[in-house]
């Protein structure tokens, strides 16, 4: 079972912040929070990580909550290029194999 | 710097036939994921190879197997097919990084259709 849930679809205009919301209630100390999205059954294409710590990078913000049980994925300005579906993924630590297990995912509608 | 290759693009076969599918890993990257992706579904992770043992296996039958080879390039090879194995096949590579971080790179998978 994935160790993650998110909404199963949600709609945003063109031009505003998208804000995607992920539940990792049962995250272990050492796993990070991994977002990725996949557009139109092409390969999963990475956005961010993170551990504790708020994260920007040229796609996207994360936010991790100081309890670390949930998250949230910021695009800033969306457009329609990103509509897709994102995954939440927690993952790693210190030792095994950093299997991603994933869910169904936020199916995100940018509208014009 | 080359990201993550597969090849075929797309495939047909019957049942009960067997298929190869390959994976060239990003550069640098000694670590490849095989995950099994059914329509409207998540991926689902099939196994892991890290530096060509494998590292790792989902809840999948022994007719899914693999190779990594020296060069840190795979195979997923799949015996008897059957008309549910129809779906996209997802390459990912990594490498293990500092601090338990290994974000995966993924392919841009190749299609079995079984008939």
């Known amino acids: 079972d994935a160790k993650t849930t998110q909404p199963p679809s949600m709609d945003c205009a063109e031009g505003r912040a998208a804000n995607l919301p992920c539940n990792h209630s049962?995250?272990?100390?050492?796993?990070?929070v991994y977002w990725y999205r996949q557009i139109h059954s092409q390969g999963p294409q990475y956005i961010i990580h993170?551990?504790?710590n708020n994260e920007t990078n040229e796609m996207a913000s994360l936010i991790i909550t100081e309890d670390r049980k949930s998250s949230t994925l910021i695009l800033p300005h969306a457009t329609l290029r990103d509509t897709a579906v994102y995954y939440c993924?927690?993952?790693?630590?210190?030792?095994?194999?950093?299997?991603?297990?994933f869910g169904t995912g936020t199916r995100l509608k940018v509208l014009a | 710097e080359t990201g993550v290759t597969q090849s075929p693009t797309h495939l047909i076969k019957t049942r009960g036939q067997q298929v190869t599918l390959r994976c060239s890993s990003q550069?640098?990257?000694?670590?490849v994921s095989w995950y099994q992706q059914a329509l409207g579904q998540g991926p689902q992770f099939i196994f892991q190879y890290y530096r060509e043992e494998e590292n790792g296996r989902g809840n999948f039958p022994p007719r899914f197997s693999g190779l990594q080879f020296p060069n840190y390039s795979s195979e997923l090879n799949v015996n008897a097919l059957e008309l549910d194995d129809s779906a996209l096949y997802l390459c990912?590579?990594?490498?293990?990084?500092?601090?338990?971080?290994?974000?995966?790179?993924f392919g841009p998978g190749t299609r079995l259709l079984v008939l």
């Open positions: 990912a590579s990594s490498s293990p990084g500092l601090a338990g971080v290994e974000t995966q790179y």
């Open positions: 993924i927690v993952s790693g630590g210190t030792s095994g194999t950093y299997k991603y297990i």
């Open positions: 550069s640098g990257h000694n670590t």
């Open positions: 993170g551990l504790k």
């Open positions: 049962t995250i272990s100390g050492n796993e990070y």
